[in-house]
């Protein structure tokens, strides 16, 4: 163990708005990390391959599956948790209350996956249609809501996101 401390990379990350800096180990996940010290347990552990976005983050505005990014190659980066969705006064993102009236999430396992992809397409698509949010939600499996109450959530969060937006 001695040895991968002393080959370990010190990495500085923005994590939901604050500063860390932190000794990382050779091969550990960017999933790791986060769940084990920085204490982000709503990162959660799925597949471990990245096929089912369970792990879901955002890296400097982009999703990324936490559980197959290497932390060490991070060394500067803005990363945003699902912890880390949440609006400027500290209540529900318009997204995350959106799939909360809508009934958009049942167990909530697939909720970084989902929320934070969500959030990625919203960025630059104020009103996607169907295939653009089945494309954007595409990396994320959801075993039991179904995803048409999914759809129905990103659809409201748009209305909530860019009410102008709606009537186009």
Not at 135 to 164: F, K, N, W
């Amino acid at each position: 163990m001695e040895d991968l401390l002393e080959q370990s990379a010190l990495v500085q990350w923005r994590i939901d708005g604050e500063l860390h800096e932190l000794e990382v180990v050779p091969g550990a996940s960017l999933l790791d990390v986060l769940r084990e010290q920085v204490g982000k347990t709503g990162t959660h552990m799925g597949c471990r391959t990245g096929h089912c976005g369970a792990c879901t983050v955002m890296i400097d505005g982009a999703v990324a599956k936490s559980c197959i990014a290497m932390a060490a190659t991070l060394p500067r980066a803005t990363i945003t948790t699902i912890e880390g969705l949440t609006a400027a006064d500290g209540t529900m993102h318009p997204i995350q209350q959106a799939f909360w009236d809508a009934a958009g999430l049942q167990c909530g396992f697939c909720a970084p996956g989902i929320l934070l992809s969500t959030a990625e397409l919203l960025q630059t698509n104020p009103a996607p249609n169907d295939a653009e949010i089945d494309a954007a939600l595409a990396g994320t499996l959801c075993r039991c809501t179904g995803y048409q109450s999914i759809r129905r959530a990103v659809g409201e969060a748009c209305v909530r996101m860019y009410p102008d937006a709606a009537g186009e």
